[in-house]
């Protein structure tokens, strides 16, 4: 069954770190460009940072310098490192292949920024 499940999500105070995980069972990971998308409430889904299928990163204008994004693909896992955490960065994470093939979304992991 094709599936992916998001975690690492939380509250964390402004300032604060979290790491999310993305892990995928089905095909194509690896040859996947793969992305991490959040929905904050009240708007669209958005892609926030993808990921090459060989590693190489491109994040938006809003997280630059302060997320990482990192893929296992022998373990079909990606990951979000988030620091210095806002508020404008609550919202759901999702994550997903940023073009081609597209596996189902996932339940997503709540991030909430809040002191």
């Known amino acids: 069954q094709v599936q992916v499940v998001e975690s690492g999500g939380g509250l964390v105070q402004p300032g604060g770190s979290l790491r999310l995980s993305c892990a995928v069972s089905?095909?194509?990971?690896?040859?996947?460009?793969m992305g991490w998308y959040r929905q904050a409430p009240g708007k669209e889904r958005e892609l926030v940072a993808r990921?090459?299928?060989?590693?190489?990163?491109t994040y938006t204008d809003t997280i630059q310098g302060r997320f990482t994004i990192a893929r296992d693909n022998a373990k079909k896992t990606m990951y979000l490192q988030m620091n210095a955490l806002k508020p404008d960065d609550t919202g759901v994470y999702y994550c997903?292949?940023?073009?081609?093939?597209?596996?189902?979304w996932g339940q997503g992991t709540q991030v909430t920024v809040s002191s």
């Open positions: 997903n292949s940023w073009s081609g093939f597209r596996y189902p």
């Open positions: 089905g095909p194509f990971f690896s040859t996947l460009e």
């Open positions: 990921i090459s299928r060989n590693g190489s990163p």
